[in-house]
């Protein structure tokens, strides 16, 4: 099996909680939600691993392999459904076979498809909340304006050990403990190529130390915060296209007890010259669809 490698380095801009040693107030008022109140950011450059050199391999390293390794996984896979997520078969079509693509590259009994977000990189796009997160979600359409999400500006990890655990029992319908395991996954992908802006970077689980988190709570339960550390490392794939997927390993009922990563911090970026040698139609604000994952092994 090929070792896991990214030789082509460049820098990225981003944005990181400030960790709570050096906040000026009480850092627990953020483990309660209240809208509108955020942590403040700092933005760092940092080096980035181009990932495409990896994706162009002639031999891979299998998806299952890469997110017990380091969180997170790239692959290519051409989806018949990505031009029509617009329409309700089409995100229902898209949905299923982010599920059952997932069930065939980890081996679990079955994935339940919890809910999907498309996000927007450009002006008038603002956060909006979005009843969601509290079942799996039929029937809707992504693109619906109202539903349209920003970027994701800074690092994180959706849930944390209590919240995933209590995630993966609302979309199983039954407690998580009453599984061999469960975890959540999101598949992200754009939906207009090559990304020349805002692409999504991951963080390799390996690099974290309990010093690089902390937690906070949205409106749908507590997530993890990531602060700058010179330990981690960071990579994305450049030119991004809708045939090339990233898998994110979110949360995991093993919590480690097989030596896997627990997750893998991402985070939207800005690299320096991003557009560069491609052709100035082509360069537009960044578009991607990504679908949260629940695997459960019976």
Not at 94 to 112: H, N
Not at 202 to 210: E, K, L, Q, V
């Amino acid at each position: 099996m090929p070792s896991i490698s990214s030789p082509s380095q460049l820098t990225a801009v981003i944005g990181f909680n400030l960790p709570d040693e050096r906040l000026d107030h009480d850092p627990s008022v953020y483990l309660t939600y209240l809208e509108g109140r955020e942590k403040p950011v700092e933005h760092i450059r940092v080096p980035v691993l181009d990932l495409r050199p990896e994706l162009e391999a002639e031999q891979q390293v299998h998806p299952q392999q890469q997110l017990y390794e380091r969180g997170y996984a790239v692959t290519k896979h051409q989806s018949p459904f990505v031009e029509r997520v617009a329409s309700p078969e089409g995100i229902e079509g898209y949905l299923a076979e982010s599920a059952e693509l997932l069930r065939s590259y980890i081996g679990c009994t079955r994935v339940i498809a919890w809910n999907s977000v498309i996000r927007r990189n450009a002006e008038g796009v603002k956060l909006k909340p979005i009843e969601k997160q509290k079942g799996p979600e039929k029937g809707f359409k992504p693109t619906d304006p109202s539903r349209i999400q920003p970027i994701a500006g800074v690092a994180h990890v959706d849930q944390d050990a209590t919240w995933g655990k209590e995630l993966v029992g609302k979309a199983a319908g039954r407690p998580a403990d009453s599984f061999q395991r469960g975890m959540i996954v999101n598949l992200w992908r754009p939906l207009n190529g090559p990304v020349t802006n805002a692409p999504l970077a991951m963080a390799d689980g390996r690099t974290f130390t309990f010093k690089d988190i902390s937690r906070h709570a949205s409106q749908y339960g507590i997530g993890i915060d990531i602060h700058h550390s010179p330990s981690q490392h960071w990579s994305y794939i450049r030119h991004q296209m809708p045939d090339e997927i990233i898998l994110l390993k979110c949360y995991d009922t093993a919590q480690g007890s097989d030596g896997s990563v627990l997750y893998c911090g991402h985070v939207a970026v800005k690299v320096d010259n991003d557009a560069d040698g491609i052709a100035p139609e082509l360069v537009r604000p960044r578009e991607s669809i990504e679908v949260r994952l629940v695997a459960l092994w019976e």
